[in-house]
């Protein structure tokens, strides 16, 4: 509960408890989401001990603005107290709700259950024209006047009925309520938020489409010039958005097919990537079996995978003595093979070059192949 300062400078916890505030997304760490033009219902559980009568608003603005906008809340049952407003723009709006006891209102109703009683309100009345004086020091303009003329007369000798209906007059009370006394007022622990987007974030007709199966001529390779000829087109069946798959690279290996077939031919298109650039002094590995990482083997000692139980097509079983076997990590296992694989091609072409390294590859030869770039595998077919 909220701490209060009291006249006195003294401290104490509030009278008015404010909980159960709504819509509130995850105790106001997000923020909820109206679009342009609807309204924000916002309720709270109000409540205080005794029997005083309680005064409940609720204050929004737009983020960035300096004065707050208010709306009075309405008691429901249980306690439970709602206002609304209506969010006109873009952005982010805050709101808080406010509450207090409202002395006046809680006198007036008093004054009215002693005069049905038939009692006698004498020292009620002087009671009420102290609490119009201080209503009339927080007034301004001509409200201001007005209340003192009627704290005056409610507190001067004469007829107690006359200033018994005075002082319940609806007129008079509506003044009171337009200057309350907030000084002992209990504000919400937080500032919730509310996103404003435009209509279209609530409903949209999606269009999906392909741009590389886009283009009007057979064979040829879609673009997103030919995409943004097709608008016209998607807008007449009366899609609202155009929605683009994924884009990514073709892959050299295991690539699909158009219409997403599970292996391409050689009439698909081919990316520009895997053309690659050799060397007259050495050549690089066929495309089809290229790697990224380069193996650390020579030729003559290729590793065994384990688990297996036997070792690769074509090449030499490696002894397991320490010295030679080599553990292969889970995740470099494909690596490893492919590179194995790249190696026993290029010995079984007959490629070789000047003077060998411990790879198996010349400086020269390495430095050629780096030419080749493999671009990661598509999840995505052509189209």
Known sequence: MKNVAHPNGAEGPARVVIEGVTPELDGGRFAVKRVVGETVTVGADV?????????????????????????????????????TFTVTHLGTYEYVVQAWADEFASWRSALAKKRDAGLDVSSELLEGAALLGRAAERASGEDRPWLSAQARALGAPGDAAVRIAAALASELAACVARHPDRAGATRYERVLQVTVDRERAVFGAWYELFPRSSARQPGRHGTFADVEARLPYVASMGFDVLYLPPIHPIGRTHRKGRNNTAGATSADPIPSSARSTTSTACSPPPASTA?????????????????????????????????????????????????????????????????????????????????????????????
Request: glycine letters at 10%; proline letters at 6%; hydrophobic letters at 25%.
């Open 47 to 83: 409540f205080a001990e005794g029997h005083d009568r309680l005064v409940a608003m609720l204050g929004f603005r737009r983020v960035g603005e300096d004065v707050w906008q208010e709306v009075p809340m309405e008691p429901r049952v249980n306690d439970r107290w709602e206002a």
């Open 291 to 383: 790697s990224r990482s380069r193996s650390t083997w020579p030729s003559s000692a290729r590793p065994t995978i384990r688990g297996s139980g036997r070792t690769r097509p074509g090449s030499a079983a490696v002894p397991m003595g320490r010295s030679n076997t080599r553990r292969i990590p889970r995740r470099s296992t494909r690596t490893s093979i492919r590179s194995t694989s790249r190696a026993r091609t290029g010995a079984r072409s007959g490629r070789s070059c000047g003077g060998s390294s411990s790879s198996g590859w010349s400086a020269e030869c390495a430095s050629s192949a780096s030419t080749t770039r493999t671009p990661s595998r598509s999840r995505s077919g052509n189209g």
